[in-house]
């Protein structure tokens, strides 16, 4: 099993920036990739950004540009950095770990509300 726990989440102004970390605990070995998705309210969850073991990412084009997905192999630990915010970005944040084997698990998730 593994453990995820988001954090970093909050309040923040439009134009404002935050940082989100994920960080991984338990069997952690054979995760080959980590990515972030947001479920905003009355939505479907939206896939943002994934990093591979190797430290290749992706995007979605929705949101390329914006946010830069990075890790800390010493930390077992992902982050996003959000920048520009707006309030569409108001969501909840979830970190989610692909394992060998068909495994995948999920946070539970950090609230972004995005507000003046």
């Known amino acids: 099993q593994v453990q995820l726990v988001e954090s970093g989440g909050g309040l923040v102004q439009p134009g404002g920036s935050l940082r989100l970390s994920c960080a991984a605990s338990?069997?952690?070995?054979?995760?080959?990739?980590m990515a972030w998705y947001r479920q905003a309210p009355g939505k479907e969850r939206e896939y943002l950004a994934l990093i591979t073991s190797g430290g290749s990412t992706n995007y979605a084009d929705s949101v390329k540009g914006r946010l830069t997905i990075s890790r800390d192999n010493t930390k077992n630990t992902v982050y996003l950095q959000v920048n520009s915010l707006k309030p569409e970005d108001t969501a909840v944040y979830y970190c989610?770990?692909?394992?060998?084997?068909?495994?995948?698990?999920w946070g539970q998730g950090t609230q972004v509300t995005v507000s003046s």
């Open positions: 338990g069997s952690i070995s054979g995760i080959y990739a």
């Open positions: 989610q770990a692909n394992q060998k084997g068909g495994y995948y698990y």
